[in-house]
């Protein structure tokens, strides 16, 4: 049985070749065959070695079919083979260990070159660094180093790469020297070391030897293909360098003989890419000098005449061009076969050359573009678009004889390709396409001004025009040469001959018509305009609309025309009236001219200018009357456009405000946008609307202090809407921060509203708001205050009296009045502190007459009993000295109070308070001279007793039907200074502020009469 198993491995390992030709079907099938043997073998059977060495081969190998297989079919993420890869290589690594050195050599080469397959990159160069640790084999060396080599290379790492490469150079048995010394020379030029490169790729063109990628050492045997590879990458390398001559012909000296001319084009190539196009045009010179083959010459002729196109050198291109035209003829398999793909490789070039460089000059094509255009239609003048595109050039450069050729050509070709055409879509096409280009040369004609010329291109086209599209447009044009020579006094009548002409076709007629009124829009004779619009309507009943148009529009610019240039007037020219009669005779003449217009058939459009125009004539004619209803009809235009929405409503808000019709004024202001006001003056505005209509204008005021929340008109925003709220603490207290910048005007608010409830609680309530310190409401308030605790502890101190039935009674009596004149004292202090006057005075004349009754009590108190006379002496003795200071005090203490009474200043300051208030604040102003008048000396108390019974002025209320007549008279001449002004005062005795202020600012915008109106004079004749 053992015998029979080493029999089956023997045969197993045998022929390997055979094997190697086997396909994948028998390969599969060995491997599964030697996979089961190896399995069953022991560890350490001698057998085991040889059969998993043959297993890792035939797996490298079938990976290397599937991975060829797949290429072939063009992968792009090529997967085939992996698998099988990294099953050699397992049984390579398994069986690596136990092999001899001789043997492991080619393993660890097999190896390393698997792991470079399946990416293994740093396994790879593992492997063949320890292949060269391990082995002295030359060839094996040779291979592992070069491995090394390629790896370093294709990782940009070449001065490794060369380290490898020289190594391989080293051994004399190598067969790969040709290829290593290739990639040397591949990486001296990758590392910069051009010459080194150059140097290289010499040496093996030179040496037949290294002409060859792979072969036996000692044996020489060019290989032909890796030959013309190394020559054409010399070519590369020498790109880099100046080339002479002598490069020129050391690459064609070293290049194969069938690759010479090819390395040589290569080099040009190369140059050209590299920008080096002085050098590239050398080479080329070289290329063309040593071919004799007419294709090869045009395609090089083309190619160097594209560079010297570019490089700026024309003169000599368009030489070199004509040159590659005139091979055309001679390349027999074009004149027989121009489908063949070199045919139209040649033609395609030739016709890019022109195109490219027409591309270049786009916007000023050159003469030169224009002569390679003429020479290249000498032989291809079959190409309709290219006799376009040369007619183009030609009218740039106003050669319009031969431009109006080309475009002529072009139609030809066109018309012999419509006669052609099957499909209805190519010939409508091709119809259009014609009709384009006879009108082209039209506008060639055109620019050449030459009558001539446009004659017989007119002709042209009335001959050959496969649409005759426009051949009434041709024919009219014939006639409107005044108008292109921008003679429009010539043009205008000569065109409405033609219009008015009995005979002839009708839209020629018409256009001739409308041309005739463009001439009299430019002339700006809009009379002329205007009379010619309606009899063109009458003659063209199909443009009636237009020409009627024509006719309103140039009433509208006659109008706008007087209006803005009034007529001379007969006054003075320096005077006011003068200029005031002047405008308004051009605002009349306007008028006039205006109520000619017919609006019959008139768009909407023409209707809103209409209106607009008559509503600005309107209002500065003052026909305030006709302005209302203007601005009624406007508005009833259902497809008003938004801005003429707005500004008929705008005026019909400033027409209700001169009527004062301010709940119309109101309601329209409400809608509009008013993009000239701020929003803060749109409220403001709509507040003044709604005090003068009698409406509630504080949601306005509201708003208007959401948005503006500073400055004068938000301060008074504020006080205005505490005074009239029914809740005005509320409302002070919300708008506090508005005012809290102007802490005058907030006491002021604060003491209006206090004065009409001057409550002590709502005072202590007040005063802890930090605005109010030092002013005068805080003076004010802290009076009241302290006139309340003064009246409870001036009445206690008053009502004491001394309780004498007993000296203990005696003495508790006389310790409690000391007790209330010492608190009474601390309030008398608190008033001083204070520097309240009155508040001083009352509580100074109380302490004055407390000490002094004080001390009168203590002098009548009486002796007590049983002490004899010189203890009642003692006893009277000590109670003058209690009773002095008393008296003393009294007196200092009057002394000052007659400062007080004394201080004129502050006496008139306390009048002056009366004076200049009123209402309740008045009333708290009397009160507190009240108080005092009772105590003042007589000069005062007159003054005082006076200011007490001051009266506030009773309003004067003017007869209501007066007021209303004044008010007519304004509506009926909203303009009139006179009647504005009486009505300004009837308003200010009805104490109409609102309507005060509004008027006064209407009066500040109107002339003021330098002497009253004749009596005949009737304002109101304007209104209509």
């Known amino acids: 049985m053992k015998s029979i198993f080493s029999l089956l491995i023997v045969l197993l390992l045998t022929s390997q070749a055979t094997w190697a030709n086997t396909d994948a079907d028998t390969k599969t099938l060995l491997i599964k065959k030697l996979t089961r043997v190896q399995l069953n073998l022991a560890p350490n059977d001698a057998s085991k070695i040889p059969i998993t060495l043959r297993l890792a081969d035939l797996h490298a190998e079938r990976g290397r079919i599937e991975a060829m297989a797949e290429l072939d079919k063009g992968c792009t993420v090529c997967e085939k083979g992996r698998e099988d890869r990294l099953k050699a290589i397992e049984y390579y690594e398994e069986v690596l260990p136990k092999l001899n050195v001789t043997k492991m050599g080619t393993v660890l080469a097999q190896l390393g070159h698997l792991y470079q397959l399946v990416g293994e990159k740093q396994k790879a160069l593992h492997t063949y660094k320890t292949l060269i640790a391990k082995t002295s084999n030359e060839a094996a060396l040779s291979e592992a180093h070069l491995s090394l080599g390629e790896i370093y290379f294709r990782q940009n790492n070449y001065e490794q790469a060369l380290t490898h490469y020289n190594a391989v150079m080293g051994f004399s048995g190598s067969k790969n020297k040709g290829l290593a010394a290739f990639r040397k020379a591949w990486a001296h030029f990758n590392l910069g070391q051009i010459d080194m490169g150059i140097e290289g790729l010499r040496k093996v063109l030179s040496s037949p030897a290294l002409l060859t990628r792979s072969g036996e050492a000692g044996v020489v045997n060019v290989d032909k293909q890796f030959q013309e590879e190394v020559s054409r990458d010399f070519a590369t390398f020498l790109s880099r360098k100046p080339v002479t001559m002598e490069t020129i012909n050391e690459l064609f000296r070293r290049s194969p003989e069938s690759t010479r001319q090819a390395n040589l084009a290569y080099l040009a190539k190369e140059l050209e890419r590299l920008g080096k196009k002085p050098s590239a045009i050398m080479v080329w010179r070289q290329v063309l000098e040593r071919e004799s083959v007419p294709k090869k010459r045009m395609e090089g002729l083309i190619l160097l005449s594209n560079m010297l196109r570019e490089t700026g050198q024309k003169d000599q291109s368009i030489k070199d061009y004509k040159m590659a035209l005139r091979l055309w003829p001679s390349i027999t398999e074009c004149k027989t076969n121009l489908e063949d793909p070199n045919c139209k490789e040649f033609k395609s070039r030739l016709r890019k050359y022109i195109l490219d460089w027409n591309r270049q000059e786009k916007k000023n094509p050159s003469e030169e573009l224009y002569s390679a255009y003429k020479e290249y239609l000498k032989f291809f003048g079959d190409q309709r678009d290219m006799n376009v595109w040369a007619a183009q050039v030609a009218r740039k450069h106003s050669k319009y004889d031969d431009s109006i050729a080309y475009y002529q050509a072009g139609a030809k070709l066109a018309r012999m390709e419509l006669e052609k055409a099957k499909e209805l879509k190519k010939q409508k096409e091709l119809r259009d396409l014609i009709e384009t280009l006879l009108l082209s040369q039209i506008e060639v004609a055109e620019l050449s001004k030459n009558k001539a010329l446009l004659v017989r291109v007119y002709d042209h086209y009335l001959e050959t025009s496969p649409n005759k599209k426009k051949v009434v447009e041709v024919r009219y044009q014939k006639a409107r040469l005044y108008y292109d020579e921008e003679d429009y006094q010539k043009a205008a009548p000569a065109l409405r001959e033609i219009a008015l002409l009995e005979s002839g076709p009708q839209n020629v007629k018409q256009q001739a018509a409308e041309l005739a009124l463009d001439a009299l829009v430019i002339l700006k004779d809009d009379t002329r305009l205007e009379n010619w619009a309606v009899e063109f309507a009458g003659r063209f009943p199909t443009k009636a609309g237009e020409f009627n148009k024509i006719a309103r529009t140039s009433i509208l610019n006659q109008a706008a025309q007087l209006a803005s240039q009034p007529k001379a007037s007969t006054a003075s020219a320096d005077t006011t009236t003068s200029a005031t009669s002047a405008t308004q005779a051009g605002d009349l003449a306007a008028w006039e001219t205006l109520q000619r217009m017919n609006l019959q058939g008139a768009s909407v459009d023409e209707r809103i200018a209409y209106l607009k125009n008559k509503l600005v004539l309107a209002e500065r004619l003052k026909k ?33 405000e001169m009527v004062l019709d301010f709940d119309t004024a109101l309601t329209v202001t409400k809608a509009l946008k008013l993009k000239e006001m701020t929003p803060a003056a749109r409220q403001l505005r709509l507040a003044m609307f709604a005090d003068l209509s009698g409406k509630n204008a504080e949601p306005f005021l509201k708003t208007f202090l959401k948005i503006e929340k500073e400055g004068e008109k938000a301060l008074a925003t504020v006080t205005r809407l505490v005074q009239e709220s029914k809740t005005p603490e509320k409302t002070l207290k919300s708008y506090r921060k508005v005012l809290s910048k102007t802490p005058k005007l907030y006491s002021q608010m604060v003491l209006e509203i206090y004065a009409k409830d001057p409550q002590i609680k709502k005072a202590q309530v007040w005063l802890k708001d930090p605005l109010l310190k030092g002013t005068v409401t805080e003076v004010i308030m802290k009076r009241h205050i302290f006139g309340s605790r003064f009246e409870g502890q001036a009445k ?25 004149i010492e608190k009474f ?51 009277m003795g000590l109670l003058s000295q209690q009773a002095a200071p008393h008296q003393l005090k009294a007196n200092d203490v009057r002394a000052k109070l007659n400062e007080f009474w004394t201080n004129t200043a502050a006496i008139d300051q306390k009048i002056k308070d009366v004076e200049e208030s009123s209402g309740d604040i008045r009333a708290l102003a009397q009160g507190d001279l009240e108080r005092v008048v009772g105590l003042a000396p007589e000069e005062v108390k007159t003054r005082f007793q006076a200011a007490i019974d001051m009266k506030e002025p009773i309003k004067q209320t003017p007869d209501l039907k007066l007021l209303e007549t004044a008010r007519q008279n304004v509506r009926e001449n909203p303009e009139s200074y006179s009647h504005i002004n009486s009505l300004v005062e009837l308003e200010k005795q009805m104490g109409n502020g609102a309507m005060v202020s509004y008027l006064e600012a209407r009066l500040s915008k109107l002339d003021k009469p330098r002497e009253p109106a004749s009596p005949d004079q009737t304002e109101g004749s304007s209104n209509e």
Request: no cysteine; glycine share 4%; hydrophobic share 40%.
């Open 624 to 656: 305030f009357g006709v302005a209302r209803r203007t601005v009624g009809e406007l508005l009833a235009i259902k497809t008003l456009k938004p801005e003429d929405k707005e500004y008929a409503l705008t005026r019909k808000a400033w027409l209700a």
């Open 796 to 820: 206690k101190l008053q009502a004491h009296k001394l309780d004498d039935r007993n000296q203990n009674r005696m003495a508790r009596s006389l310790k409690r009045r000391l007790q209330l």
């Open 825 to 875: 004292e601390k309030l008398v202090g608190e008033a001083v502190a204070m520097g309240d006057w009155t508040s001083q005075i009352l509580a100074l004349n109380v302490l004055a007459d407390e000490s002094e009754r004080f001390y009168n009590e203590i002098l009548s108190l009486p002796i007590p009993e049983g002490l004899t006379p010189e203890q009642q002496q003692e006893y």
